[in-house]
Structures are given as C-alpha cells and as structure tokens.
C-alpha cells in the first residue's frame, strides 16, 4: 500500500508541477499536465520505465532516487519529507555528522593491512588508519579542505594518486553525485554549502557535474599510488557505508600482482593503528 502511495504521489508532482518553474519551455505540443515522465526521468537520473513502475506502485526506490526525485522536481521540504515517509525512509537534517563512534573506528581497525579510512557524507577524511598512511599519497594536509576528498580531486589534486582518464571521469562523477545526496539531505548546513559553492566556483568540471548529475550506482574504482621509494602500487577502490553515524569507509585493495609489495609497505609503517585526522572547517 504504501508504495502504491508513493507512487500516487510522485505522478500528481510531476502532473501538478509547472514546466516553466524549472526553465523547461512548456511546447506548443505539450499535451499533458505538468511534466511528461519522460522529462522528469531524465531530470532525476532514472529511466522513463523505471518512472512509470515507481508510479504504478511496482518499484521500492532507494533513498538516493527518492532525493533525486524530490530535487528534480524542486519540492519544499514538507513534500520532501512527505515521499521519504512513503518510502519509508527518515528524511535526513541539520549538520553533517563528522563523529566516527566506537563502531566505525573498530571498521578501520580490523582492516589492519589494508589501507582504509573514514569520511563523513560531505567528504570530509574523520580517521585512517596506518595502513593508508603508509602510501604515503601525495602532500601533507595543510589546512581543513585538504581532508576533503571532493576539494582534492577537483582543486588540489594529489601528485601521488593517478588514473586513468575513464576511471578518473567515473571517480568525479561518483564524489559530485552523492555529495549532490548529501546536499539535500543535509539543507541547512551552511559550511557544506559552502563547500558546494567553492566547488562549483573553482572547478569548471563539478559545476557540469553538479548542473547536469551522471546517475552513479555501486562505487568501484583503480587508483595508481607512486609511493616516495619509487613504487607504483595499483589499488582497488570500494566504498561501504557506515549508517549510523552516516559515514563511508573507502578500502583499498591490491591485485594479486602488488598485493605483496603493498605488505612490505604497509609492516614498514609499524603497529597498525588508527588516527583521526581533519579539523573544523568549511564542508
């Protein structure tokens, strides 16, 4: 019943929503009310059929396809939280937690000789462990941006991690689109907005992310890390979510090739262990 609900509301949004408030031209051939689906589809980064069973209550959507239904078609929070409830999710607020608890620093910890760290869902690096300290990627963190995975990859790249173009292009695309999530989950954290707004500022690439999002499912991506000694060590990526305290842990894996280099890299950092890192600051 309540995705046959759902589903009911979804079309009488898309019947009831005026074309011209999203800068759509309303067509002197438009025939129906409001959105076609197929407009609204390809606003939220789902296919028309898939649109069309959401609507006759045969499809469960996942909280990113229920923010991206609720941004394409530019409700208010009211409505917002109105289709997380039918979908049975619990719209998210406030400020983007950066707390790891107990639980998510043992995550890090039981990976021992696998680099791994924490970020919040704005990007933000909360806590690695020595395992990713031993690649040693690229410069120090300077100031708080630094610890953002977002800032790096689109305005201060880091010399020690290369891709290539394909992987590269796919990485941005993931970072922009669930930091899109994150945005609307998140409407009244200023330091993520403003995060946003510097991004889309310096980073010509985001702001044709942002403007125009690629729909991005399960994250899997390849890194080359060149540490000091020379090494090139090529890396797996996989990201895995950390629900309660709204986090993600991102693993990096080695081939079976670099899995022994990558060993000796990781027992020369020592004791495995992990460390908080990051500060307060914008995003």
Known sequence: MALHDLGTAVRWLRENTDPAALGLAPGRNRRVRG???EELAERAGVSADY?????QGRRQPSPSVVDALARALDVGRAEYERLCALAGYAPADGHVPRDAGAGALRLLERFGDTPAFLTDAAWNV???NTAWLSLQAGAPARHARDWNVAWRTFCNALGGISRTD???????AMLAARLRDTALRYPSDPSLAELVDDLRTRSRSFDS?????????????????RHPDGTDLTLDGNLLHVPGDDLMAVVLTAAPADAARLGEVVRAAGEPGVVRVGQAGPG
Do not use: H, I, K
Not at 51 to 55: F, G
Not at 166 to 172: E, K, N, S, V
């Open 209 to 225: 992310l942002w403007r125009t999002p690629e729909t991005v499912g399960s994250y899997e991506n390849q890194a080359v890390f």
């Open 126 to 128: 909360v806590a690695v």
């Open 51 to 55: 649109l069309r069973r959401l609507e």
């Open 35 to 37: 959105l076609r689906r």
């Open 166 to 172: 394909d992987r590269a292009a796919g990485f941005r």
